[in-house]
């Protein structure tokens, strides 16, 4: 009803500038000496003479036959009224139309009560210099372009996360026929709170949930309440809130919840005093519901571990649903609702690229067929062959591989090729059930003068002999570079993998207990920070660990001399040419 009033306002307010533009701006206003004007008066041209009581410097007069509006200094004299209308000239004091008089008045008082309207709904607030610039912005439009994609989207289209899907579709029910519930005792959940890795599809479930309900899709991020003045967050917190209350049934969204739902700070000097009271508004709504209402909270973050306890208990966001990554059947469903779309080769398996595509989130299979189809389209084919499909593959992995490669030296890439041959043998020895994808000492633009892809298999956990494993396998690089060119000429290239390494070894340490010494007590537990007992267990631990694999390499130096021939001969290796080599 708002929306409609102002629309018409507005309107209104238009075709009023329009009309007093073509009173007033139309009308020529011409300078004219006096002199001149009692020419004209002699020669009976003059037709009307306005005086303007504000500013009686000047007049103007009115030519017969002429549109235009002269303005002539005012001699002031006793007898110049008399002497106009002896000359039979009309004489006119400050008089103007009519209707231009209530075109002002009405321009003046519409945009007085639009001006007005914004300011009080912009923000709530004193501070008008923080009005939400959205809200100004959905004035004058249909529901936002959130609201219409959330309608059109449903369950059928989230692939993968069954388990997720089974835990909202009895709130869609709810949302649709409370009174089913109501009859047994049943109290709708106040909120669902959405968290996993990102690009998972946590917003493509929200939006599916109010899509499958068919009711209105509010959707806000966290970092829209975060503003520098205080109160400014709280208020847009109950502005979001009574907009969906005008609503029977409405879904609102907060996508990175995690912005404004931070556990709150124990002492006083390290609070913060806008995120505090825009978490307590929040808070407050959410506790200000009544039961059955229809109206559902829906967060999203990718930190659950960062939200404050009292955002998580029940009956503010009482299910805690996770969006994982999608195994392998859901990769394939993915894959397949992307392809649809796009035309492929009959030599493109999508069953194969789902077992291939480990890890892989929703948003990077997206990502992954949208560069095949570009890398199509940059060689002007009409469909998408597997040649595509594995470009876009390694492109998405490590980034797109560097043209010139002039400036790298024959000592650079021998070194290249051990340091990945060591990765490529540690992983066919110690892990045999990994698939190596691709071995390459291409350098890519991100920097990586080669890379190693292994796949491991679909699993829902993973054993204490496979992670010291995957620790070797990060250690191997290195290993083989100090048994070949010796310790004084090992480089920097292993910088990453002693990254991941490191922080593998805390987690096998720490995080899943799996050393005796250390037993199962977690360090992360403990607010005060590192242990400095874990510290040495863990330098203790890479430097053993680094040595067996060293050993291993050592061991099996034969092989790790053919796959490096035959890398720098070919460049590249996929796991075919790997189990050759080392059959």
Do not use: C, H
């Given at each position: 009803m708002k929306r409609n009033f102002l629309i018409v306002l507005s309107f209104l307010i238009l075709l009023a500038i329009g009309l007093t533009a073509i009173l007033y701006l139309d009308k020529k206003d011409v300078k004219m000496s006096y002199p001149s004007f009692l020419e004209a008066v002699d020669r009976a041209q003059v037709a009307e003479v306005i005086v303007n009581e504000a500013d009686n410097n000047t007049f103007q007069a009115k030519l017969k036959?002429?549109?235009?509006?002269?303005?002539v200094p005012n001699p002031k004299t006793e007898n110049f009224t008399e002497y106009l209308l002896l000359n039979k000239i009309e004489v006119n004091y400050g008089k103007e139309n009519v209707l231009g008089g209530l075109l002002k008045v009405f321009l003046v008082v519409g945009i007085a009560v639009l001006v007005f309207?914004?300011?009080?709904?912009?923000?709530?607030?004193?501070?008008?210099?923080?009005?939400?610039?959205?809200?100004?912005?959905?004035?004058?439009?249909?529901?936002?372009k959130k609201e219409a994609d959330a309608k059109s989207i449903t369950l059928a289209q989230v692939a993968g996360n069954i388990e997720a899907k089974s835990?909202?579709?009895?709130?869609?029910?709810?949302?649709?026929?409370?009174?089913?519930?109501?009859?047994?005792?049943?109290?709708?959940?106040?909120?669902?709170?959405?968290?996993?890795?990102?690009?998972?599809?946590?917003?493509?479930?929200?939006?599916?949930?109010?899509?499958?309900?068919?009711?209105?899709?509010?959707?806000?991020?966290?970092?829209d309440f975060v503003q520098m003045y205080v109160g400014v967050g709280a208020s847009r917190i109950r502005n979001l809130f009574n907009k969906a209350k005008k609503s029977d049934k409405a879904v609102i969204f907060i996508d990175e919840i995690d912005a404004i739902g931070k556990k709150r700070a124990r002492n006083v000097s390290a609070s913060n005093d806008e995120r505090d009271q825009t978490l307590n508004a929040l808070l407050t709504e959410m506790s200000g519901f009544h039961d059955n209402q229809g109206i559902i909270v829906i967060g999203a973050t990718n930190r659950l571990d960062t939200l404050d306890e009292a955002l998580l208990r029940p009956g503010r966001f009482d299910r805690h649903i996770e969006i994982g990554l999608p195994d392998v059947n859901a990769r394939k469903h993915i894959l397949s609702l992307y392809a649809n779309k796009k035309p492929l080769s009959d030599d493109v398996d999508l069953e194969d690229l789902a077992k291939s595509t480990v890890y892989f989130s929703g948003a990077m299979l997206e990502t992954l067929i949208n560069e095949a189809a570009i890398n199509a389209g940059n060689q002007m084919e009409p469909i998408i062959t597997k040649e595509h499909i594995d470009k876009a593959f390694y492109t998405v992995i490590a980034g797109a591989p560097k043209t010139d490669r002039s400036y790298i030296t024959e000592k650079d890439r021998r070194i290249t090729a051990y340091h990945e041959s060591g990765h490529a043998l540690a992983t066919t020895l110690l892990l045999p059930e990994h698939f190596i994808s691709k071995v390459t000492i291409i350098p890519s633009v991100r920097g990586a003068g080669g890379f190693n892809l292994s796949i491991p298999k679909d699993t829902m956990f993973q054993s204490r002999r496979q992670l010291k494993a995957n620790i070797q396998v990060l250690l191997a690089g290195r290993a083989a570079e100090e048994l070949i060119f010796g310790s004084e000429e090992i480089t920097t290239g292993a910088s990453n993998d002693i990254q991941k390494a490191s922080r593998l070894i805390a987690d096998y340490l720490d995080k899943y207990g799996m050393d005796a010494e250390l037993g199962l007590f977690s360090v992360e537990a403990l607010e005060e920070g590192h242990d400095s007992r874990l510290i040495s267990k863990c330098r203790a631990f890479m430097n053993s660990t680094y040595e067996e694999t060293r050993k291993t390499i050592e061991e099996n130096l034969p092989l790790l001399e053919r796959i490096t021939s035959e890398l720098l001969e070919k460049e590249s290796l996929n796991g075919t040419d790997i189990e050759r080599i080392c059959a």
């Open positions: 036959n002429d549109s235009s509006l002269y303005t309207w914004y300011i009080k709904n912009g923000q709530n607030s004193g501070i008008t210099k923080n009005v939400n610039k959205k809200n100004w912005k959905r004035l004058f439009s249909t529901p936002t835990m909202v579709e009895d709130i869609i029910s709810f949302i649709q026929n409370p009174d089913k519930y109501s009859a047994v005792g049943a109290r709708m959940p106040k909120g669902l709170l959405l968290y996993g890795p990102p690009g998972t599809g946590k917003t493509l479930m929200a939006k599916a949930i109010a899509g499958e309900a068919g009711v209105p899709f509010f959707a806000m991020s966290g970092s």
